[in-house]
């Protein structure tokens, strides 16, 4: 659920944890990008339950969450863990606003298998000492944020290099 705020004592009540991401939608009604881009804000909503999705609504004016995060174009989307700004994205950008919700929101705790669990030699779970990175996300989001006309460039030199190999 999207929840619509005015004012930063609101903002307070959904910024009280500070492992939780926030993402607020600087809108209008009159803007057709922001309403482009709100049926998949909504979705982002309902399908991510452990992240708070708020909307300042700026159709009547400037409003002072919009001051304090200075807000110059809309839709903007800001996003906070805790208190804090991680990220701001200008413009209606799908991919964008997807994968900046996957980076920085953390799964809903599910109640299952919530401990480190044990291996083998009976130490936690998480006693690896070699490092995990998940690049899938940044891969994609490098992806999709680049010029159409680098990867083009970039399927024809793998193709090429493919074909000279063969």
Request: aromatic share 10%; net charge positive.
């Amino acid at each position: 659920m999207v929840a619509e705020i005015t004012t930063k004592a609101q903002l307070t009540e959904f910024t009280n944890d500070a492992n939780k991401l926030t993402v607020i939608d600087f809108t209008a009604s009159w803007c057709a990008p922001c309403q482009t881009i709100k049926p998949l804000f909504e979705l982002l909503a309902k399908d991510n339950a452990n992240v708070n999705f708020l909307k300042v609504d700026m159709s009547e004016g400037a409003n002072e969450l919009a001051t304090q995060y200075s807000v110059t174009a809309m839709p903007t989307f800001i996003f906070l863990v805790g208190a804090e700004e991680k990220h701001r994205i200008r413009g209606a950008n799908p991919a964008a606003l997807k994968s900046s919700v996957s980076q920085y929101a953390k799964p809903a705790p599910s109640g299952v298998f919530s401990g480190q669990g044990r291996t083998l030699s009976g130490k936690g779970g998480s006693s690896s000492s070699v490092p995990t990175y998940n690049v899938s996300n940044s891969l994609t989001a490098t992806w999709s944020n680049m010029n159409p006309q680098v990867k083009v460039l970039i399927v024809l030199g793998a193709a090429y290099v493919f074909f000279w190999l063969i």
